[in-house]
């Protein structure tokens, strides 16, 4: 079936350095994707969204880069600090069964390093 | 406002026990929705509900049953437990109408069976 996945599963950063986390899915049809944080214990918190007819959204200190083409995701954030520490996921929307489905990724642990 | 709620936060049970987890938000959102969180993986639908009395299936509903009398209420039961099932559970919910479709997530229950 259709899935959402991430490229790396664990990233190692500098306190102050740019983080990327990665995403690829591989539903054409989805037309809505979020990044979410998850501390440890805590359920997921939103970051920040994007639709399909965008391929760039700014937050504070992150940016969601969407790439169709290649039907891939991607979440930046501007220089990392230690409270960034936390599991990350992308997932994706998409129309299914009379109403739409958010499908999560495997996840991306962001340690940052002080 | 409380958010989303969820109750037991820990549960042990027996294999071929059955219990509810209960969950509930006073935020007046239609769709809610239930998932589990196995280790190192992301979330995977359950079951959802779009609005009270509906309620349809997701990735993997078998061995959980849901239910929506009220907007505010959406329990998940487990019919028989089985190892299978330990795992964390979130509650979600989200407006039905929109631009986004961030969910908001409850503090989980953490399930094991044994």
């Known amino acids: 079936g259709e899935s959402v996945g991430l490229h790396l599963p664990t990233l190692s950063v500098q306190e102050g350095d740019n983080s990327i986390i990665n995403c690829a899915y591989s539903n054409s049809a989805s037309d809505y994707f979020i990044w979410y944080k998850q501390e440890s214990g805590k359920g997921p918190q939103f970051i920040i969204d994007?639709?399909?007819?965008?391929d760039k959204r700014q937050g504070q200190r992150v940016t969601v880069l969407l790439n169709k083409t290649v039907k891939h995701l991607s979440l930046q954030i501007a220089a990392t600090q230690p409270g960034d520490s936390a599991v990350y996921f992308c997932a994706e929307n998409f129309w299914m069964d009379s109403s739409y489905k958010l499908i999560f990724g495997s996840g991306t642990r962001l340690l940052v390093r002080p | 406002n409380a958010g989303v709620t969820q109750t037991p936060k820990f549960q042990v049970l027996k294999t071929g026990q059955s219990m509810t987890l209960q969950c509930a938000q006073d935020m007046n959102h239609e769709y809610m929705s239930w998932y589990r969180q196995d280790p190192g993986m992301g979330l995977r639908l359950i079951h959802y509900s779009v609005g009270a009395g509906i309620t349809d299936q997701g990735e993997v509903p078998n061995g959980y049953n849901v239910s929506r009398s009220t907007t505010e209420d959406f329990p998940l039961r487990l019919l028989s437990a089985a190892p299978s099932q330990t795992s964390v559970y979130f509650c979600?919910?989200?407006?039905?109408?929109?631009?986004?479709?961030?969910?908001?997530f409850g503090p989980g229950t953490r399930l094991t069976v044994t």
């Open positions: 994007i639709r399909s007819n965008m």
């Open positions: 979600a919910s989200r407006p039905f109408s929109g631009y986004s479709y961030e969910q908001y």
